[in-house]
Every structure is written in C-alpha cells, then in structure tokens.
C-alpha cells in the first residue's frame, strides 16, 4: 500500500506544478493587460480623451431657462412667469435676458398647452414677451 501511495504522490509532484503553470499562464494571457486592446479598453480610452477638455461653465441666465422651462413643463405657466419676475427682482443682472426668456416660455406654452390656452397665461412680465412668444409659436 505504501508503494502505491508514493506512486501516486511522486505523480502529482510531477503533474500538479505543470497544471498550476499552463492554467496560471492562460489565465494571465486572457486578461487586458496581455496586449490584445479588447473594446472596452479603446471605449475607455476614447472617453478619458474628452476629460481633458474642461466644461464650459453655463451662463446664468440659461441656467434661468432651463429650469423655467422644467417648471412650465412640470406645473403651469403661470408659475414659470412668476419665477421668472422674482429671479429678475433677486438679481437685477438677468433683466436683458427677461425678454428672451420669457418669449421661450411662450412658445413652450404653445407646444405644450395650445395657443389659445398658453394665452391665458400671459401676464405684464417683461414687456408681455411671453405673449410674443405665445403669438410667434400659434
């Protein structure tokens, strides 16, 4: 009985080692780094090109508009108009930009409202601008 069991160990003295390193080194070949580039490296690499470019910082006042624009979509026009005025009476600086932004709440109101409906929503806010664009859109 002995026999057989040194038999059996010098074996897998001689074949465990030789298993261990073909599997170690398939192992190591089929990873990204063995030098065959798989899509998702090129994916990433094409990606981490863009980073270097830094984002331009947004202007408030289309900051202003894009989240107005939300409100009108969200709620109702109405409530859109009224932030418009109290963001203006916060930070006078938006005051040139009232009339634009008010004209793409009207036009939105069209789209989303219809003209006749959208109208009821005008108001005296920014020379009635929002009724321009109310009246641009119909």
């Known amino acids: ?74 709620e109702d026009p109405g409530v859109a108009l009224t932030g418009l005025q109290r963001a203006v009476e916060r930070k006078p600086s938006l005051a040139k930009h009232c009339m634009s932004i008010a004209r793409d709440l009207g036009e939105a109101a069209v789209r989303l409202y219809g003209p006749t409906r959208a109208q009821s929503f005008s108001r005296p806010v920014c020379d009635t601008s929002f009724a321009h664009g109310v009246a641009s859109a119909s």
């Open 1 to 74: 009985m002995t026999q057989t069991a040194r038999r059996i160990g010098r074996t897998l003295a001689l074949v465990l080692p030789v298993v261990l390193v073909l599997s170690g080194t398939l192992a190591v070949t089929s990873v990204p780094w063995a030098g065959r580039p798989s899509e998702t490296q090129l994916l990433t690499a094409a990606a981490q090109q863009n980073v270097a470019e830094p984002a331009k910082p947004r202007e408030p006042q289309d900051v202003l508009r894009d989240s107005l624009l939300l409100k009108l979509r969200e």
